[in-house]
RNA sequence: GGAGAGAUGGGUGAGUGGCUGAAACCAGCAGUUUGCUAAACUGCCGUACCCGCAAGGGUACCGCGGGUUCGAAUCCCGCUCUCUCCGCCA
């Protein structure tokens, strides 16, 4: 959420940004939230007056019972009356001001930094890179959802989406045999990368509470893409950014201990309403997935400088993993809401010939931090807002398809990468 | 699920109607002392918003939301959460 003082005082470029994003009627909102602010300062200076005025009375008051003087006393109250009744409207007005300033500011989106692109949709978004040579696979290559209906137990899919349809439904596949090995192995592999690269490991729930969806913006709003225990009132989540960016709400961080650098493996769910048909088969697009997420907290000047050093930490995992891939950064229509700068890093997948998206990694500034009131006292000065980060390192199921895709042999059979040989224990699906 | 107890500042923890934004201690910060460290001593040490060029001033906040009162951390009502015991249980 953006603050009012930088919306005042930075008015220009806060209708750039908005512009960017093709958020539609960005000068009546900000227009509005300006005026609707100058009503709430206005009405709060009135209110604060008039209770000044109540509590100097009621001392007065105090002193009068003390000494005796009764009459005074009663008098005195008299005053407080009206008071009273005055400062009960300006306190609702003002209540009345402050919940429309925060239904709007909820509506409002990050502001894209100044290397964001322009453009509408993912056609706009800018290459930054791309690594590696596509593979020439030979002819009768297949996708991976080919693939997968073979080697598993007893010749039955190793990714069975027809068993996951009888247990949950469409969305939810079984993994088995060395399918779920593999998928363990690329876990295990995530997180001592990020361990070696000083990442801190926590497992938090997969279920959140309503104030914790809020904090990292996916609430009010995006309900519709959480699934929702109504009985406990808590959300799947989505991604393993809510709960780890969460742990840090409510908090003024020491500033010894920042930077904060954490990593979690968990599981994933989205209900993908209305998304599903072409292009959505086989792994590419699931109701559940696992996924091995980097958040950290940083001081506002450092946050760019860990963005591009996060997203060489996941181009460092699809390199070892040998990986065509390519670096995008998302153009000003296709960022997230809540992000300023977001890099997408997309793999070749072989079999599809098409990228697949395996990691999003953004900077969120202060945007969520504001929601969070994650702050440190930076040089000893008044709490400052941190920045937050996040990056998935990475999605399991699209690099389990191109893996799958890029390394089948002319003889059927599917080769492992090297690198995580030693965690599944296999290096030749056959 | 049943019964009981509790929720105060970074921490521990006083405080049952006005002198309390809140004692004391610990931690932290700045000094004094010191060969260094430690100890001791002195001072500072919550957050948000508003007015003001500033100095400074005002308002709110003692889990959350209402209420009583001239006045509430303190009294009343509702809610949430935590802890303990019992039951159930991976």
């Not at 009768?140 to 190793?158: C, N, Q, T, V």
């Not at 001081?299 to 400088?305: D, I, L």
Request: aromatic residues 6%.
């Amino acid at each position: 959420m953006l603050q009012i003082p930088f919306i005042r005082e930075n008015k220009d470029l806060v209708l750039a940004g908005l512009r960017k994003r093709h958020f539609a009627d960005a000068e009546s909102t900000v227009e509005q939230l300006l005026s609707l602010d100058q009503q709430r300062r206005d009405t709060q200076k009135e209110q604060d007056d008039k209770l000044a005025r109540q509590n100097a009375i009621a001392k007065e008051i105090g002193q009068l019972m003390k000494t005796g003087q009764k009459e005074a006393a009663d008098a005195a109250k008299a005053e407080t009356a009206t008071l009273k009744e005055q400062s009960k409207v300006l306190g609702e007005q003002l209540t009345g001001i402050e919940q429309q300033v925060q239904a709007i500011l909820v509506t409002v989106p990050n502001i894209p930094h100044s290397s964001v692109p322009e453009g509408r949709s993912a056609d706009d978004n800018e290459v930054v890179l791309e690594w590696g040579d596509k593979p020439n696979l030979h002819a009768g290559a297949e996708p991976h959802w080919e693939l997968i209906k073979r080697f598993g137990p007893g010749g039955s899919p190793m990714i069975d989406f027809d068993l996951g349809n009888k247990i949950s439904g469409a969305g939810f596949p079984v993994y088995k045999g060395r399918a779920a090995r593999l998928q363990r192995a690329l876990i295990n592999f995530f997180l001592d990368k990020a361990l070696a690269a000083g990442y801190v490991e926590v497992q938090p729930p997969i279920v959140i509470n309503e104030d914790s969806g809020f904090g990292t913006g996916q609430l009010p709003d995006k309900e519709g893409q959480m699934y929702y225990a109504d009985a406990d009132k808590l959300y799947l989540i989505p991604t393993a950014e809510v709960p780890v960016t969460n742990l840090y709400r409510d908090v003024m961080v020491a500033e010894s201990d920042l930077p904060i650098k954490n990593v979690a493996y968990t599981p994933c769910f989205r209900r993908e309403a209305g998304s599903w048909g072409a292009h959505v088969r086989g792994l590419n697009r699931l109701h559940q997935f696992d996924k091995v997420e980097i958040v950290r907290i940083e001081k506002p000047e450092n946050s760019y400088t860990v963005l591009e050093e996060m997203s060489q930490h996941v181009q460092g995992l699809l390199q070892v993993l040998e990986l065509p891939y390519r670096v995008l950064r998302l153009c000003g229509g296709d960022m997230g809401f809540t992000s300023a700068l977001t890099y997408d890093m997309e793999v070749w997948s072989a079999g599809q010939g098409r990228w697949l998206e395996v990691s999003s990694v953004s900077n969120f500034e202060t945007y969520q931090a504001n929601r969070l009131k994650l702050r440190a006292k930076l040089d000893g000065s008044k709490p400052t807002l941190l920045h937050t980060l996040n990056g998935s390192a990475l999605a399991l199921p699209r690099i389990l398809a191109a893996i799958l895709e890029n390394n089948q042999t002319a003889e059927g059979t599917i080769r492992i990468p090297a690198v995580l040989v030693p965690y599944c224990g296999f290096d030749v699906i056959d």
